[in-house]
């Protein structure tokens, strides 16, 4: 039974579609120096009717399926113009004297091989959006027809090697019942689509399209991420059943949406969802989230050859307040460095990029962005209730001097008589050990604490966290971490201010109930996790998650803390998660 990364929950019972990979059957050689200026020319006009194309596609997304699904192809538009990209291209036909379509293929190599080497997930999988934009150029200079999912006289269930946004683009509404593909990871442009499009998706199956034949019937089991390949009669029938049972437990988790985060014996906690672009606002409101706790704003910079100006940034801001308002939105300032990165801005390339000039390090050098960035928050989140969050602080200083900034701006913007939001309030992520460590003498600076665990666990246990080699050693209740997060809490309690939780820890059904058993306030997790989290919450006795974490401070290691937490808590976890309600 292939096995991938289960990446949109749901299971689908269908027709096997296979998307064959785009081959482009290039002619390699080598132009004269007459021929140079012609074959740039014949270039430029690839690149022209791409943008054409892709404008079409973007202003059709934009009206059948909405603007969050079509923000991608302007990212895409941002490719074509990206000076690295294209001057990439037509430096090999002027110096090498490269046919176009040759050009064209030699810097998708290149780009391919550095993207391949960041260590995000996220960053790599990137690859496929400049590939796509490849292909665009490429079927214009070869002037081949696109390739398209409309049409479709059947359900079916798409099976492809990845597929490219473009592929999404031209999917017939309601006849794709989901997707398998080769490659890909949970940040994947295919599974990100199935989220959002609500049908399941198993991707990373390695060789899934060699292994299943076109029209066959396949399983998908977008919970576990599995594919079964033509079924038994006995495989369909428990499938059908386990179908049912997962609409009925998603109807049933629906009806949690407008209900508070409250425990059984009455401590309530806010439960808010993190983002990385402003469309997925849409999703968390949806689900019932109380607000963003974490909109990382990375991805703003990303996929485009400039810095996002004042304007361009108030307008991104703004649309994520407007519709999470009344409840706030914490903005995090620029986490660029470590593992990612942008093509236009040039981070030195370090022996210990994540231990680097990254962060909050970044932008005290570079004022000039931080400037542009916190204007835009300030002035953005005039129209509901936005709040600052400074990412990788270690010490005081930092954030003395990060206040200082912030003061600094808005005595310019009253100065200049720019509206603005006067009382921002500013928090801190604790994910570096110094500043769990000092968190008594930080609290005294900041309006809240966001832990973020996976560079907070990453750190103090100095296990990078995406090293598979290494990844046994990445232990979210070792008993290092559970003092920390215990400390944060109680040095934030004592000075007056609320501590959450943004990093994945929040969305682990486990650690979310020793988590509120050491008093966390805020959790922040991925829109598709917020009901599930809930339900786990609402299930618990706040009481007995406090007897419970007491104990586990005293545990002596990870293996024991886990044990005591599962003896106690497991059976009634066991009933709420999806997988193991499904399971059978
Ligand atoms: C974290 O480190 O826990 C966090 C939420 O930030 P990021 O994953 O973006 O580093
Ligand atoms: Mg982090």
């Keep these: 039974m292939p096995k991938g990364i289960a990446a949109s929950p749901g299971i689908a019972m269908g027709k096997a579609y296979i998307l064959e990979k785009e081959e482009y059957c290039i002619l390699e050689y080598k132009i004269k120096k007459e021929e140079v200026e012609q074959e740039l020319k014949r270039f430029e006009t690839a690149v022209e009717n791409s943008k054409k194309d892709l404008g079409k596609i973007k202003k059709r997304v934009e009206e059948e399926m909405g603007e969050k699904e079509a923000y991608i192809f302007q990212a895409h538009l941002y490719i074509l113009e990206d000076p690295l990209f294209i001057q990439d291209i037509t430096r090999r036909i002027k110096r090498q004297r490269l046919n176009a379509e040759t050009a064209v293929r030699r810097t998708l190599e290149v780009f391919e091989a550095k993207f391949a080497s960041a260590r995000a997930e996220f960053v790599r999988r990137r690859f496929g959006d400049v590939e796509d934009v490849g292909g665009h150029i490429l079927r214009n200079l070869l002037k081949r027809p696109t390739r398209t999912l409309s049409h479709l006289e059947e359900d079916i269930i798409v099976v492809a090697d990845d ?29 990100i689509m199935a989220r959002s499009m609500e049908i399941p998706a198993v991707v990373g199956l390695r060789d899934i399209t060699k292994k299943v034949e076109p029209g066959s019937v396949v399983i998908l089991d977008g919970n576990r991420g599995r594919v079964i390949i033509n079924p038994s009669f006995q495989q369909l029938e428990n499938y059908r059943k386990k179908k049912k049972r997962f609409i009925s437990h998603k109807k049933n988790l629906a009806t949690l949406r407008s209900l508070p985060a409250q425990t059984l014996d009455g401590r309530e906690v806010s439960l808010a969802a993190n983002i990385a672009a402003p469309e997925e606002v849409e999703l968390a409101v949806r689900e019932g989230a109380e607000g963003i706790g974490l909109y990382r704003t990375e991805y703003l910079y990303m996929n485009r050859s400039s810095l996002p100006s004042e304007d361009e940034q ?26 990612k990165f942008i093509s236009h801005f040039p981070v030195p390339a370090e022996i210990n990029p994540f231990m680097g000039w990254r962060a909050i390090r970044l932008c005290l050098e570079r004022v000039d962005i931080f400037e542009t960035q916190l204007r835009a928050i300030l002035r953005a989140s005039r129209f509901g209730n936005g709040k600052i969050m400074y990412p990788m602080i270690s010490g005081v200083e930092e954030i003395r001097k990060v206040n200082q900034i912030l003061a600094g701006i808005k005595e310019k913007l009253r100065r200049e008589g720019t509206p603005f939001a006067e009382n921002v309030e500013a928090g801190i992520m604790i994910e570096i050990p110094s500043a769990a460590v000092i968190a008594d003498l930080l609290a005294k600076e900041v309006d809240f604490f966001s832990l973020g665990t996976n560079d907070l666990i990453q750190y103090s246990l100095a296990v990078d966290r995406v090293n598979e080699k290494v990844a046994y050693l990445y232990q979210p209740l070792h008993p290092t971490i559970l003092r920390l997060i215990d400390n944060v809490i109680k040095c934030a309690h004592r000075e007056g201010i609320w501590v959450g939780v943004c990093g994945e820890m929040a969305s682990d059904p486990l650690s979310v109930l020793i988590l509120l058993g050491l008093g966390v306030d805020e959790f922040s997790v991925a829109p598709t996790s917020l009901l599930e989290i809930k339900k786990i919450i609402r299930s618990a006795e706040w009481e007995e998650t406090q007897e419970i974490a007491v104990k586990m401070l005293k545990s002596k290691t990870s293996y024991e803390a886990k044990r005591l937490a599962e003896r106690r808590l497991s059976r009634r976890i066991k009933r709420i998660v999806r997988g193991n309600n499904n399971a059978g």
Aim: glycine share 10%; hydrophobic share 40%; aromatic share 4%.
């Design 314 to 339: 108030i307008e991104a801001y703004k649309k994520v307040i407007e519709k999470a308002a009344p409840n706030s939105v914490i903005i995090r300032t620029l986490d660029l460095g470590g593992d």
């Design 163 to 191: 597929l490219a946004p473009s592929d999404t683009a031209s999917m017939q509404k309601g006849r794709i019942l989901g997707f398998a593909t080769n490659v890909g990871g949970r940040t994947s442009h295919s599974a």
